[in-house]
């Protein structure tokens, strides 16, 4: 039976990379030692970190302005980390909400500096569809050094792909949907992303740092998670966590080799198109997001009648479609399709969704 | 040809533990997945971290009143973390200086705090041969929080076995030190280690605490550097590195297996002692670290005549001994022998010694 993992982070990784790395495990590039066991300064893997900092620049068409760090830490890392390198000297900044992760990167620069938040979401009381609405963002809401907001929300699977139009720096938490599709990335500051979605395994983050944003006053901060120490030593500041890094290399050299973000656009919509439509189609579940900011990475969905919950849960399981159980926080179910599922895994899932629509029916509600 | 690799970290894991871990690799306990696409808050995975926490408190013989930690980073990050778990309130703090490391440790605490540091090292004008000195730490120095010791400098190859006796709460930094032989813990407020010498690859950092140091008023820290959210969260307050936590937690059950501390403690007296006495039995040797300091772990030693050190480290590389460059900022070579290091390792490398010694040999200095 083929198992198809819908976590939504630590997540699937391309069967492809995960064998490469397996039969290369015990001894790498002939070194008679794993990737694991030399040094983070040895020649081999300096190339290794080279490398993958050109294929990020590649894929992601980044310009000559910015800068690539891989940094310790996940994403709640970098919820500090923004606040510490760019909030010295009584700086203060804007946070839009949009759901929990958005909301949590406010609360942890709270801890740092003063921080002013605005909701995006506006949730009907009547059906729950929760709608995105941009706020106008003009200077004199106040003076800020940055705004932050979250792209693509894994838990609500709330995704905003327009671009801010800010007279402030915008700094983007895309953890969950960095490398999904082509990206303009001069519209950013600075955008980060842990790295267990699409990039790889727990361990790191991915920062893009414009150059300019380097001047901006720091609070003190630790040296491992100061942007301007980690960009002037190229992210081997301290031990970097290498396999975390070596197996990200191998998923920027596959994204490469399957055509590239373009590639992964047009599959990630296929897969979201697809179980959309098997959730709209269908009386038996329902998704609670405007169809204009559906999350192609996490399509959340709950069975109508609640009670065919864990029943529903229990035929995945046991059709080989795992993790699909909601976040802790808001129950439900959750599909999270990043870049390493393929098609099949979509049409296998909407295939166990028909199916158990059929012989579990729901009642149209009067 | 048998390959040892004597690199200081990232550092030669156990065979035995990098087989069984190539073999799940694509599968671990009939998930369908790796251990490294699953959540870290899945049930597996949980009882993974309860398992490795559990077998840390065995080997060390940890008292009740201590938390076992998993943090981001390496041990820098716990330079920043210490001082900004600890210095609150205009807190001082106390450095002992010993290498390289316990500078740093004390560099980066200064960013955030006043720091006070003493040196223990006296070097011999002549022999260039360095000797530790405690000093009596009495109340009448300071009102200090904490001092903060090295116990292994892994870059000058010195170690200091003595307890301290200090008015104020020990913290130590034993990155290089930790598992290698049974510890007193009750003697320390803090301990704490990078990963990637004797527990794993590197990801993390294991911080041993005592509670009632997670009194003492902190600076802004970012949560994930938080002592007391990570206590408070059993260490996934975020996704920790799953799988450099998964290698640790298996390299823990290897050394319970393999007779635990105790065991480790002889075999790396007696590795230490072959290599030591290949050094002091020959003119083509030289250490430079009085005999009661000299560390286990990483033993450093320069070639007499300076202009046959390539040439022994091209016949080491040749002889599949490897990484026994010196650290680029002292030079010469350093044999690092942590626990997965096989006393034939030692044999292997104290032969090749000799080998060099007779075919290379060095005037008596007049």
Partial sequence: MTVYNFSAGPAMLPPAVMQEAQQE????????????????????????????????????????????????????????????????????????QSGLWSTMAADEAKRFAEVVTMDMVQT????????????????????????????????????????????????????????ERPLNISQFGLIYAGAQKNIGIAGFALVIVRRDMLQLPPLPVASIMDYRITAAHHSIYNTPTTYAVYLAAKIFQWMLAQGGLAYFA????????????????????????ATTHRSRMNVTFQLTDPRQQSAFLAA?????????TGHRLVGGCRASMYNAMPLEGAEALVDLMRHFAQTNPTEPVA
């Fill in 316 to 324: 995945a399981e046991k059709a080989g479609l795992k993790a699909l």
């Fill in 124 to 179: 009907c009381s009547k059906t729950h569809i929760k709608q995105v609405v941009l706020p106008a963002l003009t200077a004199d809401l106040g003076d800020f050094r940055y705004v932050h907001y979250c792209p693509n929300e894994t838990l609500e699977g709330l995704s905003i792909d327009d671009e801010l139009d800010s007279p402030w720096p915008v700094i983007a938490d895309m953890t969950s949907c960095l490398f």
């Fill in 266 to 289: 047009d599959v990630n919509q296929r897969k979201a198109e697809l179980v959309y439509a098997a959730i709209d189609t269908s009386l038996c579940y329902r998704n609670q997001v």
């Fill in 25 to 96: 495990f015990l001894d790498w590039q002939q070194q008679g030692a794993s990737v694991m066991e030399i040094s983070h300064r040895s020649a081999p893997f300096l190339a290794l970190m080279q490398q993958a900092e050109h294929d990020v620049r590649a894929l992601l068409n980044v310009p000559h302005d910015y800068d690539v760090l891989f940094m310790h830490g996940g994403a709640r890392g970098q919820f500090a980390a923004i606040a510490q390198n760019f909030l010295g000297d009584g700086g203060q900044a804007l946070y839009l």
